[in-house]
């Protein structure tokens, strides 16, 4: 489950790191700022998909089963 789980965070820390990028670079309050915000906007989004990429590992491994 560990490798499904590493395949998987991958996948969706990327999509969640663009997704934080996106919404760093189009909140006018954060526009002059980039530069600063969008590594840890990236980070959040690549931690948060930590135990998401788990919990999807999960319930691939208990379709597999069922």
């Known amino acids: 489950m560990l490798k499904v789980s590493v395949i998987v965070w991958i996948m969706l820390g990327t999509v969640l790191a663009g997704i934080a990028m ?9 526009t002059g700022q980039e530069m600063k915000n969008i590594p840890y906007a ?9 135990p998401l990429s788990y ?8 379709a597999r089963e069922g």
Do not use: H, N
């Open 22 to 30: 996106i919404v760093v670079m189009m909140t006018p309050s954060l």
């Open 55 to 62: 919990m999807v590992a999960k319930q691939i491994g208990g």
């Open 42 to 50: 990236v980070l959040v989004g690549f931690i948060l998909a930590m």
